[in-house]
């Protein structure tokens, strides 16, 4: 197999090829190892390797699987392989090692796919651009000088590069959704608790995060999500594994009641200004929706911005604080003494200082924004609208600069942290950190399914990905449109400039 044609099949052509026997698995695996050796060091999207475990793991992998020895890569969060590191993208966890296989690693293994390694993801997963400093910082293969979004970034910028077709995933706040625009690629968030995150975890960010995958087709995702989602032993919620999410892209919707929103109700109250590459790229989605026969309307969702915001950072902290606890014990370090970054410090000391009141507070509105979301969608099935303000940013443009962690240190001081909460400091913490991405939280405040579509190309020549978030549990009839919005809209054959040979 030649790298060309390795880089150009998404996950499902591989393993078709695979059984077929016009390529072995072990001649897909080799070409996938060199890829990644010769181009990751300019890309910087693989954290680590695990070439020689993953030939074995391949040599007894089912050939009637899905994938059948499609390589694969997992995010370095959350994503645990047992007795080998996950760092979490921090250097106070390098030397740490999970005791077991997590519930969807397993389930990776079961799909056929081999795991050659792990990707970079911001410090603890906490920002959506993907710059940790005890890592390597990922490149976009669109514009080397771009970042790939985060925290998903390194997966993102894998499968955009064609190191593999597909990549593990985990969506936060946008975390799938956001590389996935910046990348050109498809991004699925699954409704909350469609997909395990244990042994090791419940719930994270009290239920806001759920892991898939980032991909090149609509398809491959679907085949995936058949394999991985339903409930673990132990999981907090009574979810089935349900089957037919491929086989249901079969069957184009028809008569879908599309809401169509350039989000002001989320990124008015935090300053956000639609960049024109952006309102573009949502209104010919919402032409192409029209011209497959949906009905179409200008409306917006029917949510507090602001609000909305703060509620999401208040859980974002706390749970930070608590991550830098758990940290701490895991490592026998004391959480003074970890090698974390300035802002993931300042961000766990106002974690720490946060009452437990307002953070119930905070986790009970997500049930308001629920319920008005639900009504919302009695009258629509679907809401299109922006997945980030603006182009792919340049690396670099968003992370804290030297003065504002400088600004960070001072939280240090006894007390400034009750007095920088009581000032007013999330709601500035709301407007600066989401100003450029504040459509994608709600989807995972409500758990609602929700994704990315590839669908425009600025005159820059950087992708722009459109978001549609479907009712709770419709995840069927959204993966449904996106592979109706694929085919009629292709995406497949537009590579980044710098993996076409």
């Known amino acids: 197999m030649f790298d060309r044609d390795y880089r150009c099949h998404d996950g499902l052509a591989l393993a078709a090829l695979i059984r077929s026997g016009d390529v072995s698995r072990e001649e897909v695996f080799e070409v996938a190892c060199e890829t990644i050796e010769r181009d990751n060091p300019n890309l910087g999207a693989v954290v680590r390797t695990r070439y020689e475990k993953a030939r074995r793991e391949g040599a007894v992998v089912d050939p009637a699987s899905p994938f059948a020895g499609v390589p694969f890569l997992t995010k370095d969060l959350l994503m645990a392989i047992g007795g080998e590191p996950l760092a979490f993208g921090s250097a106070a966890l390098k030397a740490w090692c999970p005791a077991e296989d997590s519930s969807l690693v397993r389930r990776f293994r079961q799909a056929g796919l081999v795991i050659l ?58 975390s799938i959704r956001i590389p996935a625009s910046h990348c050109g690629l498809f991004g699925f968030k699954p409704s909350r608790g469609r997909v395990p995150l244990g042994p090791m975890n419940a719930e994270v960010w009290e239920g806001a995060v759920i892991e898939h ?24 919620l009574p979810l089935a594994q349900e089957q037919g999410f491929l086989a249901a892209l079969e069957r184009p919707p028809t008569g879908l009641r599309i809401a169509v929103s350039l989000g002001t109700p989320l990124g008015e109250p935090l300053g956000t200004r639609l960049h024109p590459e952006v309102r573009l790229a949502v209104e010919q989605a ?46 026998k370090v004391p959480v003074s003494r970890l090698d974390i ?42 809401l299109l609208m922006p997945v980030l303000a603006d182009p792919p940013p340049r690396i670099g443009e968003l992370y804290p600069t030297r003065f504002h962690e400088r600004l960070m240190s001072l939280l240090a001081i006894p007390g400034l942290p009750d007095v920088a909460l009581k000032a007013g400091l999330l709601e500035h913490l709301a407007r600066d950190a989401l100003r450029h991405s504040p459509f994608t939280q709600l989807a995972n405040l409500t758990g609602q399914p929700a994704m990315s579509l590839p669908l425009h190309v600025t005159a820059d020549g950087l992708p722009v990905g459109v978001q549609c978030l479907g009712a709770m549990g419709d995840d069927r009839r959204l993966l449904q449109f996106a592979a109706q919005i694929e085919a009629a809209m292709p995406w497949a054959e537009r590579l980044p400039l710098s993996i076409r040979r």
């Open 341 to 382: 970054e300035p802002a993931t410090r300042a961000i766990g000391r106002l974690g720490r200082r946060l009452k437990a009141c307002d953070y119930v507070l905070a986790k009970r509105y997500w049930n308001t924004v629920a319920r008005a979301m639900g009504r919302f969608h009695r009258r629509f099935d679907l």
């Open 286 to 331: 919402a032409q192409g929706a029209e011209f497959l026969g949906h009905h179409v309307e200008w409306c917006d969702p029917p949510v507090d911005g602001e609000r909305l915001a703060q509620s999401f950072l208040t859980i974002y902290l706390g749970y930070a604080a608590a991550n830098l606890q758990w940290i701490s014990e895991q490592t």
């Open 117 to 174: 390694g792990q990707t970079a993801t911001p410090e603890l997963g906490l920002m959506a651009i993907t710059e940790p400093k005890a890592f390597v910082k990922p490149r976009n293969p669109w514009a080397f000088d771009r970042s790939p979004g985060g925290s998903s970034g390194g997966a993102a910028a894998a499968v955009a590069a064609g190191l593999v077709p597909l990549a593990g995933a985990g969506d936060g706040g946008g």
């Open 213 to 236: 995958a980032v991909t090149r087709s609509v398809r491959d995702s679907a085949a995936l999500f058949d394999v991985t989602n339903g409930m673990d032993e132990g999981a907090p």
